[in-house]
């Protein structure tokens, strides 16, 4: 099966090394200064673009957190036309630290994963100038993101809006039992600027 431009184009956007040096100078008491990486990965490519995400705290790279994997997929309505459904490694430690070295990445299997039904992404899209688009993510309202990490049951709430060069990233940690953020985008998103691209495609330079 073969992937719609659009579908190519969105992972083009969104995969690749971003922080928001910018962002954390200008508002240090707010905004933490991060590293994130988005990197393709060889899952799921009958239908699917597939990246493997983590982030770090710049003075501590060595440490990453948030493992995660993105299916980015054709959507089920015209209107939304572009969905991503969430994974988690069944073993995020063995993937610590593949952003910085995707040679970790190489042996991960669909086997090695965990779906995370309620973690999924509907996207749309607004065109700014010929091929050059705004994504912008959101979950559906009646989806809750939940997952157990380290013994742990975890709500996050999740959305993205995404250019060539800029990922804003919503995601937030949700206190099940009062529903209010308690870390994450609470005042606003995380502003991040794309510092390297990845190639989505074998085929790309």
């Known amino acids: 099966m073969s992937l719609s431009p659009l579908l190519i184009t969105l992972g083009k956007y969104i995969a690749g090394e971003f922080d928001n040096r910018e962002q954390a100078l200008a508002e240090p008491a707010w905004y933490v200064h991060l590293r994130m990486w988005q990197r393709p990965v060889n899952l799921f490519s009958e239908d699917s ?39 988690i490694p069944k073993n995020p430690s063995a993937l610590s630290g593949a952003g910085r070295n995707p040679a970790l990445l190489k042996t991960l299997t669909v086997e090695q994963l965990d779906l995370l039904p309620g973690c999924i992404l509907t996207l749309t899209q607004q065109e700014l100038a010929p091929k050059n688009y705004k994504f912008v993510a ?27 060069e800029e990922f804003y990233s919503y995601d937030k940690g949700i206190d ?19 510092r390297e691209q990845y190639s989505v495609l074998s085929s790309e330079c």
Request: contains cysteine; aromatic residues 14%.
């Open 176 to 194: 099940s039992e009062t529903g209010k953020a308690t870390w994450g985008a609470i005042l606003g998103p995380y502003r991040y600027i794309k």
């Open 138 to 164: 959101t979950q559906p309202t009646e989806t809750h993101c939940c997952f157990n990490y380290q013994g742990n049951n975890v709500q996050v709430s999740l959305g993205f809006e995404a250019t060539a």
């Open 49 to 87: 673009i597939t990246l493997f995400a983590e982030q770090a705290n710049i003075v501590y790279l060595d440490r990453p957190y948030r493992q995660r994997i993105l299916r980015l997929t054709a959507g089920n309505n015209f209107a939304a036309p572009l969905q991503i459904q969430y994974y």
